[in-house]
């Protein structure tokens, strides 16, 4: 009874919802005290589109847009005002596109005790909250 979820994308704006990654669904869930924003593979415009309409992006948990795909000006303003305690990279070993890409990292540790977890180095991330903290465990 302690969890609210607030769809933040996808907009109504034609023009983003023509690329299919800034058609992704982006969820806020919050429980208690603590939110995690999924934001899916949403790329600078949504970004800029969620910002803009002055969404509460806070959150303590961010799962990185397109497994952390390299981040501009936008990106960074998004993951600043986000200011995660966790950023979440869901990313497969070795993949073709090399991601994450370096700027994303960069943009992520320049967040103040951001943890950053990454499916590729720590396996399967489980992260746990009560309502007032969460807590991270992962597999490998």
């Known amino acids: 009874k ?10 109504l ?10 058609a992704c669904l982006v969820l806020k869930i919050t429980y208690g005290e603590t939110s995690f924003l999924l934001t899916g593979d949403i790329e600078a415009a949504a970004m800029k589109e969620m910002m803009e309409v002055d969404l509460d992006l806070t959150a303590d948990v961010l799962k990185v847009p397109h497994h952390g795909s390299k981040m501009d000006k936008t990106g960074q303003e998004f993951v600043d005002q986000v200011a995660p305690n966790f950023s979440v990279i869901s990313v497969g070993e070795r993949n073709p596109f090399r991601h994450p890409r370096a700027e994303t990292l960069e943009a992520l540790a320049s967040i103040p005790g951001n943890i950053i977890l990454r499916t590729d180095q720590q396996g399967a991330v489980c992260l746990v909250s009560d309502g007032i903290n969460v807590t991270s465990a992962s597999t490998k």
Request: charged letters at 30%.
């Open 2 to 11: 302690n969890i609210r979820i607030d769809v933040l994308n996808p907009s």
């Open 13 to 22: 704006e034609e023009e983003l919802i023509k690329n299919i990654n800034n």
